[in-house]
């Protein structure tokens, strides 16, 4: 069973970047596929960002193109999600999410483990 564990989340001023980290155990990371998601309160979870399992292909909603950036270190089971130019309508429960194909996917139910979330909220 894979374990999830994001963090780096915070309260930013709009413009104001953060880092967020996802730490995984109990799996086979550098196999995986991962993918990043939010949910702002009274919305759906939507898809934010994904990336292949060696980081060479990376795909992104139109929404944070050119903001955002997916990362991952497979020697440290991490992968990250840089956010910059952040705006409050990027505040949400951030959560990372891992697929037992070396693919990345922008589809909620092709990811199996999911972690708690990490909480991002951005003022005006």
């Known amino acids: 069973q894979v374990q999830l564990v994001e963090s780096g989340g915070g309260l930013v001023q709009a413009g104001g970047s953060l880092r967020l980290s996802c730490a995984t155990s109990?799996?086979?990371?550098?196999?995986?596929?991962m993918g990043w998601f939010r949910q702002a309160p009274g919305k759906e979870r939507e898809f934010v960002a994904s990336i292949d399992w060696n980081g060479r292909s990376t795909y992104y909603a139109d929404f944070v193109k050119g903001r955002f950036t997916i990362s991952r270190d497979n020697a440290k089971n991490t992968v990250y999600l840089q956010m910059n130019s952040l705006k409050p309508e990027d505040t949400a429960l951030y959560y990372c999410?891992?697929?037992?194909?070396?693919?990345?996917?922008?589809?909620?139910?092709?990811?199996?483990?999911w972690g708690q979330g990490t909480q991002v909220t951005v003022s005006s």
């Open positions: 999410a891992s697929r037992e194909r070396p693919s990345g996917s922008s589809r909620i139910y092709d990811y199996g483990s």
């Open positions: 109990g799996g086979i990371f550098s196999s995986y596929g």
